[in-house]
């Protein structure tokens, strides 16, 4: 079992940066696929960004190609999600999530993912 806590959120202008973090309870952090979905007002909850277990791979939605990175310390049970350039398409909620498998023809739904956090507001002014 893993729980989830998001942090980070904000309000930030266009073209500004914010850093999520989502820490992790539970000793077998590292075992795990992590992936940040979102989710806009009226909106379905959609793909952000993967990171596998060792950190070795990792995929972005092309919406947030190049502005975004994701990366996981599996020391401190962390895995953070730096945007940059942000644009006012980027607000929603940020969902961590947390999969004990991964699937690279499937990594982008949510249903491969087993647990979620309860989500950090981010909000980009224009």
């Known amino acids: 079992q893993v729980q989830l806590v998001e942090s980070g959120g904000g309000l930030v202008q266009a073209g500004g940066s914010l850093r999520l973090s989502c820490a992790a309870s539970g000793r077998t952090f590292s075992r795990y696929t992590m992936a940040w979905f979102r989710q806009a007002p009226g909106k379905e909850r959609e793909f952000v960004a993967v990171?596998?277990?060792?950190?070795?791979?990792?995929y972005y939605a092309d919406s947030v190609k190049g502005r975004v990175t994701i990366s996981r310390d599996n020391a401190k049970n962390t895995v953070d999600l730096q945007m940059n350039s942000l644009k006012p398409e980027d607000t929603a909620v940020y969902y961590c999530?947390?999969?004990?498998?991964?699937?690279?023809?499937?990594?982008?739904?949510?249903?491969?993912?087993?647990?979620w956090g309860q989500g950090t507001q981010v909000t980009v002014s224009s």
């Open positions: 999530a947390a999969g004990t498998a991964f699937d690279t023809d499937n990594y982008y739904f949510d249903k491969q993912y087993d647990y």
């Open positions: 990171i596998v277990w060792s950190g070795a791979m990792t």
